[in-house]
């Protein structure tokens, strides 16, 4: 029976994802998040999944907010991927904000921020990318018990 498997993602697994975006047109982004290739090294991993989001897809994708380091290396990949164009331009000729990778950065409730994930922010922010903040909430730990609640 199909889905009583479960394992660990591989780059593989991450590659195939981003095939499935670029060809579907209901799929709109290429995200980190949704598969991590367990079978790369994790000090590179994201620079693995980097290559195969950018190689394998033209719609916009995420780039790793783990650390610093990541959030640099995810940054100077996509300035390669378009030579010539500054990277923290905030607007293009007509106007328009301009972003070439983005990505999201967990708060923890109320207010408290993983000095790791507020670092990659800073890198992301500094170059003009788009960041999406958004709180991480633990049921019983940092929000409340039920459901309902933890959702209001």
Not at 15 to 24: I, P, R, S, T
Not at 72 to 97: K, N, S, W
Not at 122 to 140: E, I, R, S
């Amino acid at each position: 029976m199909v889905g009583d498997e479960r394992r660990d993602g591989t780059l593989a697994d991450y590659e195939l994802m981003a095939k499935l975006v670029q060809h579907f047109p209901q799929l709109d982004m290429c995200t980190m998040p949704v598969i991590e290739a367990n079978d790369r090294p994790l000090d590179s991993r994201h620079l693995d999944m980097m290559l195969a989001a950018l190689t394998y897809t033209d719609k916009p994708v995420f780039g790793s907010a783990l650390s610093t380091a990541n959030a640099q290396d995810c940054v100077a990949m996509t300035e390669l991927l378009f030579p010539g164009v500054p990277i923290a331009q905030p607007a293009d000729a007509d106007g328009r904000p301009t972003a070439s990778v983005m990505t999201i950065v967990n708060v923890n409730s109320p207010l408290r921020y993983d000095d790791r994930m507020l670092e990659a922010l800073l890198v992301y922010a500094a170059t003009g990318q788009a960041v999406v903040v958004t709180p991480f909430l633990l049921m019983g730990a940092m929000a409340p018990v039920s459901t309902v609640a933890a959702l209001a």
